[in-house]
Nanobody
Framework: QVQLVESGGGLVQAGGSLRLSCVASGSIFSFNAMGWYRQVPGKQRELVAIITSGGSRNYADSVKGRFTISRDTAKDTVSLQMNSLKPEDTAVYFC?????????WGQGTQVTVSS
């Protein structure tokens, strides 16, 4: 079993930046894709950004140009750099991984953007 552990959430003012990190307990080479989802109460979890094992990246339209996903295979870490944050980015952010034996989720980290 692999565990995904997020860190880096917090409270920030609109226009500020945060960096989320997700550390896998095993090698991220085993994942076909890793990424970040977010969820607010009463709404479905939505994809924010994803990066494949080949390095392809996809972003939600709402975060394009502001968020950047990256990975460090030496540290088994996937990160999400979030710039120009908006109050509507407030959510619990979940790390996600997809590999041969199924999907994995982190426990979530709260991001709150004040106006």
């Amino acid at each position: 079993q692999v565990q995904l552990v997020e860190s880096g959430g917090g409270l920030v003012q609109a226009g500020g930046s945060l960096r989320l990190s997700c550390v896998a307990s095993g090698s991220i080479f085993s994942f076909n894709a890793m990424g970040w989802y977010r969820q607010v109460p009463g709404k479905q979890r939505e994809l924010v950004a994803i990066i494949t094992s080949g390095g392809s990246r996809n972003y939600a339209d709402s975060v394009k140009g502001r968020f950047t996903i990256s990975r460090d295979t030496a540290k088994d870490t996937v990160s999400l750099q979030m710039n120009s944050l908006k109050p509507e980015d407030t959510a619990v952010y979940f790390c996600y991984g997809n590999r041969w034996d199924g999907e994995y989720w982190g426990q979530g980290t709260q991001v709150t953007v004040s106006s």
